[in-house]
């Protein structure tokens, strides 16, 4: 059963409060200091502590910029108070992030989610998204809250996540552009295709922050799946609503998977080279798995039987793909159960650095763990050593740190 996070936004979302909640969920606050010191950014300090909301307890997470001493955080609720600590387009920020020595995962979906915010700001504003500067979002506080809630997510280490509809709050918001109705214009760019609502609050309840943190980390919008609750966190907003101005995160382990889909095609009159880069394709596409058998066909003619697993949401997609790229004239779909032991990726240091090593659990008991064969590859390319000693010293390695690891 994959281990899965559930953001229920009841009150909104911005960036802060995601951090919040995931470091009330266990996220270390220590590792997260330590790679935060890796973006060479100063002039901030982190406040960080337990306090309650409406007698809930949950994780307050600010930003607290040292030039301004006495200075709150912006509102967690609106980006747009106050006057903006500093100005940067979307090149200035790309480089900071990129010239860090943030992990390559945190570097990529930080930098993806201010590619969302300044595509949705450039589409408000027309302009290019080379253009937009960032004023609030571009300040140091913000640049924070996106990657530090991209540490902590990596820190947890969650195979799946999941959001609830995003409540929107209504009314004016003010920012560096002036008033501004709520949700502010970028808010509704970023979530377009996400199910959203407003109940009367008259606040700004979800940033363009926010938005883009969960747009960018939410597989699906909707009610709670079935899951076992394993932990709930919250992380606090800084303004008092009508309602706790909390938002909840729900840590568990699905207990249902949605049904999988097995597509199939028999192909015997197509150059077998373009395999190499249909089946990559399908991977892109959304396939879960996709292999190829060999076949004897009708008038003894060698062939080859392509098979997909996927998703539902994926069948359409991919079937577009068969069309398009291979000879077949027809597909085969039909419903599998498919069952997997629970994975967990482990980041283990060996004589060569630190290898992610993919481990599998049944009933709680850890069965298998295996290094990928890339990540091997690229260190036996890089020391000129030859692969077969680079996997044999690295799966001593594993096994040492396993037995220390208890």
Not at 55 to 63: E, L
């Amino acid at each position: 059963m994959n281990k899965i996070l559930y953001f229920d936004c009841f009150a909104g979302i911005s960036g802060d409060m995601v951090v919040g909640a995931l470091l009330d969920l266990g996220a270390k606050k220590a590792k997260l200091c330590q790679h935060l010191s890796g973006l060479k950014l100063s002039g901030y300090r982190l406040h960080i502590e337990k306090q309650q909301k409406m007698s809930i307890w949950g994780t307050d997470f600010r930003v607290v910029l040292e030039d301004e001493p006495h200075s709150h955080h912006h509102n967690s609720h609106s980006h747009g108070s106050g006057p903006s600590h500093s100005h940067r387009g979307l090149k200035e920020i790309s480089a900071l992030i990129g010239d860090s020595l943030l992990s390559p995962q945190v570097k990529s979906r930080s930098l993806d989610i201010f590619s969302r915010i300044a595509q949705a700001e450039a589409r408000v504003h027309g302009i290019s998204p080379e253009e937009v500067h960032f004023h609030e979002v571009g300040a140091v506080d913000s640049i924070i809250d996106v990657v530090a809630a991209m540490i902590c997510i990596e820190d947890i280490n969650i195979q799946e996540i999941y959001s609830s509809p995003l409540h929107l709050g209504e009314g004016l918001v003010s920012c560096a552009h002036g008033l501004l109705p709520v949700p502010a214009p970028a808010v509704l760019e970023i979530l377009q295709g996400v199910p959203v609502y407003t109940n009367g609050l008259r606040s700004e309840l979800t940033t363009p922050t926010g938005a883009a943190i969960i747009s960018h980390l939410a597989k699906e919008f909707g009610p709670l799946p079935e899951i076992q609750v394993e932990a709930t966190a919250y992380g606090l907003g800084d303004k008092n609503l009508e309602i706790p101005n909390l938002l909840r995160v729900i840590k568990g382990r699905l207990t249902r998977r949605s049904p999988m889909w097995m597509m199939e095609c028999n192909i015997d009159d197509m150059n077998t080279q373009f395999y190499s880069y249909i089946l990559p394709l399908l991977m892109e596409q959304g396939a879960v798995d996709v292999y190829l058998s060999p076949l004897i066909m009708k008038k003894n003619r060698p062939g080859h039987c392509l098979s997909i697993l996927c998703d539902e949401q994926s069948l359409d997609r991919l079937e577009a793909v068969l069309w398009q790229e291979t000879s077949t004239l027809g597909v085969r779909r039909f419903r599998v159960e498919r069952r997997i032991l629970e994975r967990e990726l482990l980041q283990v240091p060996t004589r060569w650095g630190i290898v992610p090593v993919k481990a599998a659990y049944y009933q709680g008991q850890r069965l298998k763990c295996a290094p990928e064969y890339e990540d091997l590859a690229r260190i036996a390319r890089e020391q000129q050593l030859p692969l077969p000693q680079i996997y044999k010293e690295v799966q001593l390695d594993i096994a040492h740190w396993l037995a220390e690891q208890g």
